[in-house]
């Protein structure tokens, strides 16, 4: 059974950092991509970061880039997304999500086969 877990997030204030984990587990394809995902109260899900576990290229959301960073462990199954500078707009669920290769866009949602649970992250002014 493919599992996605994250963990991390919580409450901080403006101008703060927080640091996301995301563990894969059961799934047995070494190439897929691992992407984060938020959603904040009344508004629709939006994509955050994305990366391709055999090339560790990243991609970020025009709204966080130059303050979030994605990455991986060298076993390619739990990714992280470092925040900084953090703003009250980054209020929001934090989801984990990952697919196999696919030609969609990183950003499509439906596309990707696992989620994880979610966890929140509150930034406050």
């Known amino acids: 059974q493919v599992q996605l877990v994250e963990s991390g997030g919580g409450s901080v204030q403006a101008g703060g950092s927080l640091r996301l984990s995301c563990v894969l587990s059961?799934?047995?394809?070494?190439?897929?991509?691992m992407t984060w995902f938020r959603q904040a109260p009344g508004k629709e899900r939006e994509e955050v970061a994305s990366?391709?576990?055999?090339?560790?290229?990243?991609i970020y959301a025009d709204s966080v880039k130059g303050r979030f960073t994605i990455s991986q462990d060298a076993d390619q199954n739990t990714i992280y997304l470092h925040m900084q500078s953090l703003k009250p707009e980054d209020t929001a669920v934090y989801y984990c999500?990952?697919?196999?290769?696919?030609?969609?866009?990183?950003?499509?949602?439906?596309?990707?086969?696992?989620w994880g649970q979610g966890t929140q992250v509150t930034v406050s002014s």
């Open positions: 999500a990952a697919r196999g290769p696919s030609g969609l866009k990183w950003y499509n949602a439906p596309s990707y086969n696992y």
């Open positions: 059961g799934y047995f394809h070494v190439s897929k991509r």
């Open positions: 990366i391709y576990t055999d090339s560790s290229s990243p």
